[in-house]
């Protein structure tokens, strides 16, 4: 098999197992990477083909009315049409070698599909394709799970959130400080005085400076809440679920006293890693947050909780291509019990800030509704706006939570979906 049916063929298989599992992308893909001898272009355009296709899957299934009658979801000539129609519409593939390539797919013994089918299709699609770019699905696609938890969106919430999902997520950088972003040697968007996005997608090794750590990458939405936190230089804060790091990174470039936590071996090894092309330094705790030793306390707990990740829907697209969707019982039960901890871990008067990536009412403001109702001696603090970051006026709602949807600023950059919370501790 030549190296470009073999790219092709792994991104086969990487659709098909995510569809029917509750995987993650980087996890599958990982996983094949090690097992083939792979170039990081071939990486590259498996990555490409993957993504873009779980991001387009509702355009696609529009497009496949168009010419089949009836057509079968999760079929292998779904799969195989999946990849392909996302490579010649929206990565403008050339058309003799994506059509050539699935023919040849078809034929697999692993795979079977109709070829003359595949061929007379895919020759169709790529005739139509300039017309068929504008295709699109609606919100009565997406999934029920989804649907059911976003009933009281208005019609223009459900286009904005349908318009958006399919676009390609920026590469936001976060520098150490403003001097550095000024003197890169690459055209940005500003979204800070220390933040901003390339406006050209390129290999993160290859921008200024990587080797030389003076930026890490974080979305907006993740970055702002912790840079909000004022006077912070020397306090003593714990950042609960670390890993990769870039809330610590925030923290320790602003001075504090950082212990980070994180339980799993390979994450604490990725965030080992990141402090070190960074120059940072910081206390590092392998441990379950849930069983850290509750007589030390700190000025600032930071609690990033595990969620059902739906604010990250453009950077991981499987959480709407997968049968298998978010187990919200046991999401909702871990971060009410993560809460529980970061109290007891939260010197007096100090703070405790609540985040997830996630917008969904369950996972951020009930949360903190019922927080605040077991524990009165405790009170939201509004997160303070400035003009430092671009549109914060727009992201801090009435009860002074930082709260987005996945969506555009008013200078085109794209950011996550993002709920934040601000609990003062009021014990004397």
């Given at each position: 098999m030549h190296q470009g049916l073999?790219?092709?063929y792994i991104a086969y298989n990487?659709?098909?197992?995510l569809r029917n599992k509750a995987l993650s992308f980087k996890g599958v893909f990982s996983q094949y990477i090690k097992k083939y001898d792979l170039d990081n272009s071939d990486k590259k355009?498996?990555?490409n083909i993957v993504l873009n296709s779980m991001r387009n899957k509702i355009n696609i299934e529009e497009i496949l009315k168009i010419y089949i009658k009836k057509f079968e979801i999760d079929n292998n000539s779904y799969f195989l049409l999946l990849g392909a129609i996302t490579q010649l519409i929206y990565l403008n593939f050339k058309p003799y070698a994506v059509i050539n390539s699935s023919v040849e797919l078809a034929k697999h013994p692993k795979i079977r599909a109709p070829k003359n089918f595949i061929n007379a299709i895919l020759r169709k699609i790529d005739k139509d394709k300039k017309k068929l770019l504008h295709v699109s699905g609606n919100y009565t696609k997406l999934p029920n799970w989804f649907k059911n938890k976003t009933k009281k969106w208005t019609v223009i919430d459900k286009l904005k959130f349908i318009?958006?999902?399919s676009e390609e997520p920026n590469i936001h950088l976060v520098f150490k400080k403003k001097e550095d972003l000024n003197k890169i040697n690459r055209e940005i968007i500003k979204t800070s005085n220390n933040s901003g996005v390339l406006k050209k997608h390129e290999s993160l090794i290859e921008i200024p400076d990587y080797k030389f750590g003076k930026w890490w990458v974080q979305d907006y939405s993740a970055m702002t809440p912790i840079m909000l936190l004022d006077k912070i230089k020397n306090k003593k804060v714990i950042d609960l679920c670390s890993a990769p790091g870039g809330k610590t990174f925030v923290?320790?470039?602003?001075?504090?006293k950082v212990t980070a936590v994180e339980k799993d071996n390979e994450r604490i090894n990725q965030l080992k890693d990141n402090l070190l092309r960074l120059n940072f330094n910081c206390n590092i705790l392998n441990s379950d947050a849930l069983k850290i030793n509750e007589k030390n306390k700190y000025d600032i707990v930071i609690l990033d909780a595990p969620c059902s990740s739906i604010g990250t829907i453009r950077r991981h697209p499987e959480i709407f291509y997968r049968k298998i969707f978010p187990n919200f019982n046991k999401?909702?039960?871990?971060?009410?019990?993560?809460?529980?901890?970061?109290?007891?871990?939260v010197n007096k008067k100090g703070e405790i800030i609540y985040m997830v990536c996630s917008f969904?009412?369950?996972?951020?403001e009930i949360q903190i509704k019922n927080f605040l109702k077991k524990n009165k001696n405790f009170r939201i603090e509004k997160f303070k706006i400035t003009n430092n970051f671009k549109d914060l006026n727009n992201l801090i709602d009435k009860n002074g939570y930082f709260y987005t949807q996945p969506k555009k600023l008013s200078n085109g950059v794209l950011i996550d979906g993002f709920?934040?919370?601000?609990?003062i501790n009021n014990d004397k």
């Open positions: 073999l790219t092709r990487i659709l098909k197992k355009m498996i990555q318009k958006t999902i923290l320790v470039n602003k001075g504090a999401l909702t039960l871990i971060q009410s019990k993560l809460l529980e901890k970061a109290k007891k871990l969904l009412k369950e996972e951020g709920f934040a919370a601000k609990i």
